[in-house]
């Protein structure tokens, strides 16, 4: 990639100078970008860092990366590294090195975070746009329990996420649906009271079960869809949905708790979606597009000893979920009626969290590098994107 290209540019060009002096001026920030990184994809990160080393002055924010990988490294050696990759940064490296999982990382990047809102943001991605004070306006205008932006597929205009395959109801300039994954933004307190990240999930499935616990606890999910946006670099090494070791078991042991937790082993309306899914996407991108009955067995009979352990814990959890104020299933499809009987539901009691987000602040100018001008492309200036 030349980084020196010259294209179209988003907002006012800011030298790498007057960026890392404006930092340093800003008051104590409300704002947390978390990432969960492990040492292959270092030359992913630093795209990532960079990135974030673009975005506007305001609102002030801070960087959490989180080390997700057991190590014999010295902790202050990793650190140096990655806040090398972007000195103008304030960055804060944790070292993750006991339970190395997505799961165990989520939960550090969770418990270290110490502003009052976060965005938890993929290791495989680059941000563009105004974000912050997009997601902000957004906050403030609508009770949303967890924003997320579109992602386009490498440097094009292909859209990666939100699928239009996925059900989602459109509601004044938001698409309500499940935020999977890529950059998830909200209030810190908010995940935090909900349960935070569930203990059982490891490589695979985390976000989809947080999503659901959010609405059921009456707090709505959806997307911005004309503001900043993502670019997904696919090539990033061990994908846990694309190309990670053992994904198949991963998989499968996500589908297994979530139908345990949530009361959708039977098979009826409410939770025909779940069974669709699992079988004509999840199973098929796991185990291949027709996976035999011995290959699935096998591997069920594999998890059972730590089925047996978890169950308890399951049980447990199950009869909390039932006291949850909405009961959604797994990847039950929202009809508009769900989707504006949580809305009222959240604009009830998103006050409480709301209080963080401060007074109104003036724009701020867009800060651009010249490597990201050339991938950088403003949503609203586009004619080709498909939606």
């Not at 997601?135 to 996420?161: C, M, N, Q, W």
Request: charged share 25%.
């Amino acid at each position: 990639m030349d980084r020196h290209a010259e294209s179209l540019a988003l907002g006012r060009h800011v030298t790498q100078s007057a960026r890392a002096s404006s930092r340093k001026e800003l008051e104590v920030p409300r704002w947390t970008f978390s990432i969960l990184t492990i040492p292959s994809r270092i030359e992913f990160l630093e795209r990532l860092l960079q990135s974030l080393a673009s975005l506007p002055a305001t609102p002030a924010f801070e960087v959490i990366v989180v080390h997700n990988a057991a190590s014999e490294e010295e902790p202050l050696a990793i650190e140096a590294r990655i806040r090398a990759l972007a000195p103008t940064l304030p960055v804060r490296v944790y070292v993750n090195s006991t339970d190395a999982t997505i799961g165990g990382g989520r939960r550090v990047q969770l418990a270290v975070c110490r502003t009052p809102l976060v965005a938890f943001v993929d290791d495989d991605l680059t941000l563009h746009g105004d974000v912050l004070s997009s997601i902000e306006e957004t906050l403030r205008a609508h009770p949303l329990g967890i924003v997320g932006l579109p992602s386009y597929e490498e440097d094009t205009d292909v859209r990666f996420k939100p699928r239009e395959s996925t059900p989602y109801v459109d509601v004044d300039r938001i698409r309500y649906m499940p935020v999977q994954g890529m950059l998830v933004a909200g209030y810190r307190r908010l995940f935090a009271d909900i349960g935070g990240f569930n203990p059982r999930r490891q490589f695979w499935g985390e976000w989809t079960e947080f999503n659901l616990r959010m609405w059921r606890h009456g707090f709505p999910t959806g997307y911005i869809l004309d503001r900043g946006f993502l670019r997904h670099w696919h090539k990033a090494p061990e994908s846990p949905t694309r190309n990670m070791s053992g994904r198949e078991k991963h998989v499968l042991w996500g589908l297994m708790c979530i139908a345990l937790e949530y009361d959708a082993v039977s098979i009826n309306e409410a939770t025909d979606a779940f069974w669709r899914l699992a079988q004509d996407r999840y199973l098929a991108y796991s185990f291949g597009e027709q996976p035999s009955s011995k290959q699935l067995l096998a591997s069920v009979l594999e998890l059972m000893p730590k089925l047996s352990r978890e169950f308890p814990a399951i049980h447990a959890f199950a009869d909390e979920a039932r006291r949850h104020p909405f009961q959604f299933k797994p990847f039950e499809p929202l009809s508009p009626d769900d989707v504006g009987r949580v809305l009222a539901y959240a604009d009830e009691e998103i006050g409480k969290y709301r209080g963080v987000l401060g007074e109104v602040p003036p724009p701020a100018p867009l800060v651009q590098t010249g490597w990201l001008r050339r991938i950088g492309r403003a949503v609203l200036g586009r004619r080709t994107v498909a939606h």
